[in-house]
């Protein structure tokens, strides 16, 4: 009984151990940053652009949210197409995230026309 408990015990710190499904390019770091200092958004939007760019050369799968996160930073600078082109890639890469993504294309879009409306 106390063998079987301690090749348990090894078992379940060696799976924590294990790396993940996918490299997060030190997302959260950079999140907690920038919820930390707003300033540091723009070394996020690098950093993201940098990892993403990384991964798609090296043929991975970029995880998942990543190209969502990166849109939405885009957004907030301003980029409104950048930010659509984003949001497309992160509902092709994650069909689970077509609803989401969906709703967000069309609300920038309709953002968008709004502001093309008012400028006219």
Excluded at 59 to 88: F, N
Excluded at 100 to 110: F, G, H, S, T
Aim: charged share 30%; hydrophobic share 40%; aromatic share 6%.
């Amino acid at each position: 009984m106390k063998r079987l408990s301690i090749a348990l015990l090894a078992l379940a710190l060696s799976a924590c151990a294990t790396p993940g499904l996918y490299e997060w390019g030190g997302y959260e770091k950079m999140l907690y940053a920038g919820y930390k200092d707003p300033a540091a958004m723009e070394a996020m939007r690098t950093g993201l652009e940098t990892h993403i760019a990384a991964v798609e050369q090296g043929r991975g799968r970029v995880a998942p949210g990543l190209y969502a996160e990166l849109g939405t930073l885009h957004l907030q600078a301003g980029d409104s197409d950048k930010a659509l082109a984003l949001y497309a890639r992160e509902r092709e890469a994650w069909p689970e995230s077509r609803g989401l993504m969906d709703a967000m294309i069309k609300n920038v879009e309709r953002r968008k026309k709004n502001l093309a409306e008012v400028e006219k």
